[in-house]
């Protein structure tokens, strides 16, 4: 790599242009892309017990989210410089506040900010995607206006999200089938989703579309002209992703281990998606439900409870990612390129991570 990160030449050893030397015992890879990420989250590490399943999780959240939030901004400072020390070179991340503005302008490190808008009742749709618009406008161009799960839409919001994507040209992402009792909601109104709606006085009637799945309920209302990101997709079955491919034609699956561990005690069908040729992205959700935000370790989950390969599992942290986000200097060591260099350590004898594996920024893609 030349001195602005540019790749110049690809091989082993020294480079023969004398700008870069580097120790190739261990490997090398573009820096990563963090595909979901909730930095704003970062001052509710450690605050919300694992293992607790999905509902007490978000009830969790809501219960913490506005205590101790004077140190929101510093916290998340400190999130995205220990993300780009890691080697994380872009975020696609979650700013349903402002705490994260400052930081992220600042980072080194490259972003997409979504900003989610949440609401089910059909009334309050216009008034909700208002507020979203003028949150979104504080963004600049690196932004989006998206949703925020199958069970928080009103018809009326998802077609107001759907034309702003389609005038805008932005990207959309959504939590997908985190537990059971989405598609609960969706098939018959019943498990402790829909009892939590129904304690907020929700009409159920809006979800419950007769369909095998929320998923299934969901897609066919949201635009097949923009890319679409599902994220976690931990209950998601292998009928459901073949299905899912064939109607949406610019479908990306984020998976986050280490979260859906910390919430659930459980990961996904990983490999339902790579043998499917889906397209994969990893990401790391947020310190509120996860231990840390780091590529490596997400990827050594996949690696040792799912049997995924290294090389698939870097694709899905690099160039897959780049590809859905659009940038085409990241995600691969191509002549040309300014895409970052992580050096991963501690690899086994046959070249997969290990619990000791580290990544390690050696340049920056910016």
Not at 150 to 158: G, K, Q
Not at 247 to 271: D, K, M, T, V
Not at 304 to 311: F, Q, S, T
């Amino acid at each position: 790599m030349d001195e602005q990160g540019f790749v110049v030449e690809v091989g082993t050893g020294s480079s023969p242009h004398g700008l870069y030397t580097v120790d190739c015992s261990d490997l090398l890879c573009p820096g990563f892309i963090n595909s979901h990420c909730h930095t704003e989250l970062s001052y509710l590490q450690g605050r919300i017990s694992s293992g607790i399943g999905l509902q007490l999780f978000l009830e969790g959240i809501e219960k913490e989210r506005n205590h101790g939030r004077e140190h929101a901004a510093r916290a998340a400072a400190e999130a995205i410089e220990a993300m780009h020390r890691s080697g994380i070179v872009f975020v696609g991340d979650i700013c349903n506040t402002l705490d994260t503005l400052e930081a992220s302008a600042g980072s080194t490190m490259q972003f997409y900010h979504f900003v989610e808008v949440f609401g089910f009742m059909p009334s309050a749709a216009s008034k909700v995607f208002a507020a979203g618009l003028e949150k979104w406008k504080q963004w600049g161009s690196q932004a989006g206006i998206t949703f925020h799960a199958t069970y928080s839409l009103s018809n009326e919001l998802l077609a107001a999200i759907n034309r702003h994507a389609l005038e805008e040209d932005g990207l959309l992402s959504i939590h997908n089938q985190e537990s059971e009792e989405e598609n609960q909601l969706y098939i018959n109104g019943s498990g402790k989703l829909a009892e939590r709606l129904l304690s907020w006085g929700m009409n159920l009637d809006h979800w419950q579309t007769g369909h095998k799945s929320s998923l299934m309920g969901l897609l066919p209302k949201i635009t097949r002209e923009r890319p679409l990101m599902l994220v976690h997709n931990t209950v998601t079955t292998e009928e459901e992703v073949r299905w899912a491919m064939q109607h949406h034609p610019q479908l990306y699956w984020c998976l986050c281990p280490g979260a859906n561990q910390y919430i659930s005690n459980r990961l996904p069908e990983a490999r339902v998606f790579f043998e499917s040729g889906a397209r994969v992205l990893l990401g790391t959700d947020s310190l509120a439900s996860n231990w840390q935000l780091n590529m490596v370790h997400e990827m050594f989950l996949l690696q040792e409870g799912c049997g995924i390969a290294l090389p698939s599992l870097l694709l899905a942290a690099t160039k897959n990612a780049a590809t859905f986000f659009n940038c085409s200097q990241l995600g691969s060591l191509s002549k040309g390129n300014r895409p970052g260099l992580v050096q991963i350590t501690s690899l086994s004898a046959n070249a997969e991570l290990t619990a000791q594996s580290e990544s390690i920024l050696l340049r920056g893609s910016i």
